[in-house]
């Protein structure tokens, strides 16, 4: 069993930085992978990034390449989502997952957090 508890959210303005934090409770998240994905209303599930276990290997989605930045630290069990350059756009609640490989695909992760609201106004 995994607990994931998303925080960092907020409201900023275009232009700003947001860093999202995912802390996990259990001794599964050394041996997972990590996404973070995001949901804006009136839209489905959006991969947004992925980790790999050691660090070693990261995936982004296009529009967030150069802006955003996904990393882990293990000993703290936790994973961050530090947001730049931020847009109207990224406005969505951010989910944090843990899976078996770092994939795009939300179907791929098994334990989900309960998202944090992040708010870009224009």
């Known amino acids: 069993q995994v607990q994931l508890v998303e925080s960092g959210g907020g409201l900023v303005q275009a232009g700003g930085s947001l860093r999202l934090s995912c802390a996990a409770s259990?001794?599964?998240?050394?041996?997972?992978?990590m996404g973070w994905f995001r949901q804006a209303p009136g839209n489905e599930r959006e991969f947004v990034a992925s980790?790999?276990?050691?660090?070693?290997?990261?995936n982004y989605i296009d529009s967030v390449k150069g802006r955003f930045t996904i990393s882990r630290d293990n000993a703290k069990n936790t994973v961050y989502l530090q947001m730049n350059s931020l847009k109207p756009e990224d406005t969505a609640v951010y989910y944090c997952?843990?899976?078996?490989?770092?994939?795009?695909?939300?179907?791929?992760?098994?334990?989900w957090g309960q998202g944090t609201q992040v708010t870009v106004s224009s």
């Open positions: 259990g001794s599964r998240f050394s041996n997972s992978a």
């Open positions: 997952a843990t899976g078996r490989s770092p994939s795009a695909t939300w179907s791929r992760y098994d334990y």
């Open positions: 980790i790999s276990v050691s660090g070693g290997y990261t």
